[in-house]
């Protein structure tokens, strides 16, 4: 099940809670991305076996540098005075001391590198006490990421992100490693990661049959590690109450929609503005802002629009009511039934 899907699933949710039973005829895997699914399979496993050859394969670690146990920690650390809360999906310390943050990102959001280095420096905080010295642990953040965020570099699906000075690690303490998930689906696809063999190919090769409801590679399906990972996201596994409280703090169809829009006419203004000031006339400036900001909110409009006709097939395709259809998404009937 991928995102628009357990999306679908949440909307059918809302309207009635026994549609979960429909989904679970439907998909045979549950959206291992959505948050209470991920901490499930990952963080509540007895010994935490997935999670540490999650880590060890994304973050490249081998050897005597292979994180071999793990405890995890309450995933936040609340704020002081008027510092915000720091909530991540998982926060644990490894055998050699060394601290893991973990953070699955479903859609791109403009503040979430911003988020990142708030969280690192609250975990960074936590570290030094009264009286001991400014040593810090080695810190590794990693973001399992289910949009594009290089799209500067569309062959590399992990990127290890470091503050460089003079061509060396400035503070190699401190490891930052994004792991773009769609775009690995993208490459595998198009047949350019067919020659690669690495712990983390192999780990994605099973999410994406995991999140594309397809036949895994033979060598996936005959390794102990990712037939436990498939058993554990069985749809079947999850109870209905962890998705009503999803259902419950759903973001709704058409926040969304405003969402996007709201992104579109900043991108538009931004290059609008641009642009009058390059031409240096204040009719330029004008014209230059009407237009951007007409391209981003049509493009935005028809992204938005797209995804909530994915929802209104699914919706149709699981017996959910016309009117029904037609009140949540504001599609005509003729219109559904051209889907």
Known sequence: MNRTQHLAMLEAMRIDSRNLLKYQQIYKFAYLLCDGVFKIVFAEEKGHSLLISLLNAMLDLHDGDAIKSISLEMQEYPGIF???DCILDIIGTTNAGEKVLVEVQ??????FKDRVQYYLSRVIENQVHTSEKYELPRIYFLGLLDFEMFPEEPAEYIHHVDEMCHGKKFFPKIQKVFVEIDKFFELENAGTTKDDHSDAAQWLRAIKAIVKEESAPEKILQNETF????????????????????VKNMTDLQAEHEEGLAEGRELGFAEGKAEGYADGKTEGFAEGKAEGFAAGEKAERAKADKEKREIAKGLREDGVPMD?????????K???ESL
Do not use: H, P, W, Y
């Open 334 to 336: 003729e219109e559904i």
């Open 324 to 332: 029904v259809i037609i009140r949540r998404t504001g599609f005509s």
């Open 227 to 246: 037939q436990k990972l498939m058993d554990s996201v069985k749809l079947i596994n999850f109870a209905e109450e962890l998705f009503n409280v999803e």
């Open 106 to 111: 479903q859609k791109k959001d403009k503040f």
């Open 82 to 84: 008027t510092k915000k």
